[in-house]
């Protein structure tokens, strides 16, 4: 194939040397975290403006229709399989989330039951994760900003976490 400029040979090495890691590392071991357990009190005065509660603004359509949640859900979707897709979420947070993760498997929400921060968070889904898939190759994509991810950033951000 003959790509015209600079950035589409770079993009096209890649891919071709995701391609060639993935096959290292089968699709069955690819595992996504999304983390949505923060309290999102910075833009607290506008979730209070849009949603009229005090919800995190991971729970929020602050841009469309969908919640940041339900964007992160999708753009993970493109490189990584929904059944192995975990969330990593607060207790005090059920009423926000509870409608939104009502079709993921039990087994893939990990709930804390309050805020330790972000690392324990990762801690905490790891280590149930460890349990389902001692091999797996993790990715893990915050769920409180907008991002234009690509499939291709969702694939970048898996092959950076295998050894």
Not at 43 to 53: C, P, V
Not at 98 to 121: K, M, S
Not at 124 to 134: F, G
Request: contains cysteine.
């Amino acid at each position: 194939m003959v790509y015209p400029d600079r950035k589409q040979r770079r993009l096209a090495r890649r891919s071709l040397s995701f391609s060639n890691a993935r096959s290292a590392s089968p699709e069955r071991d690819r595992w996504a975290i999304i983390l949505a357990g923060g309290d999102g009190t910075r833009l607290l005065s506008l979730t209070r403006a849009i949603a009229g509660d005090d919800r995190p603004k991971q729970f929020c359509p602050i841009l469309g229709e969908e919640t940041l949640l339900d964007q992160t859900r999708r753009r993970v979707s493109l490189a990584i399989q929904v059944a192995q897709t975990m969330f990593s979420l607060r207790e005090n947070h059920k009423a926000f989330f509870e409608e939104l993760v009502a079709d993921v498997p039990a087994t893939n929400l990990v709930v804390q039951p309050t805020n330790l921060g972000t690392t324990p968070a990762i801690l905490y889904s790891l280590l149930k994760l460890s349990i389902e898939d001692p091999k797996a190759a993790v990715g893990f994509f915050p769920s409180d900003h907008y991002s234009r991810t690509t499939r291709h950033s969702c694939d970048t951000s898996i092959q950076l976490s295998q050894p």
